[in-house]
């Protein structure tokens, strides 16, 4: 049996690295769609250490709120502009999976494939 508290702190963490990722120099070598990532993954990666600040709340809570934050920003995203990127999408689709393996008893996805 998997720890359910464990595991959903892998996921925060793998959210928080994945977040990161797009605001580095090397992301967008042989990547220009990249750039467009950056202003979405700077406002999630934000809003998580702004969780990860809180210790009163569980990892479970946490990754709740990311996926509400997640929602409101993709909506937002999509009223502003016309071209709008996949970034929000792509990680609400991953806290998704995470729940549903978390709930099955299977770990979660810690490494981008």
């Given at each position: 049996m998997i720890n359910r508290e464990k595991e959903f702190r892998n996921a925060f963490y793998f959210l928080k690295r994945w977040s990161k990722s797009p605001l580095t120099p090397s992301y967008t070598i042989g990547y220009s769609r990249g750039l467009a990532d950056r202003e979405p993954a700077q406002r999630c990666y934000d809003y998580i250490l702004?969780?990860?600040?809180?210790?009163?709340?569980?990892?479970?809570?946490?990754?709740?709120?990311?996926?509400?934050?997640?929602?409101?920003?993709?909506?937002?995203?999509?009223?502003?502009?016309?071209?709008?990127?996949?970034?929000?999408?792509?990680?609400?689709?991953?806290?998704?999976?995470?729940?549903?393996?978390?709930?099955?008893?299977?770990?979660v996805q810690t490494r981008r494939k």
């Open positions: 702004l969780l990860g600040k809180d210790s009163t709340i569980s990892f479970e809570e946490k990754l709740n709120l990311l996926y509400t934050f997640l929602e409101k920003a993709n909506e937002e995203n999509r009223k502003r502009t016309v071209m709008s990127t996949a970034f929000y999408s792509i990680l609400q689709s991953y806290i998704r999976s995470s729940i549903i393996n978390i709930e099955k008893g299977e770990p």
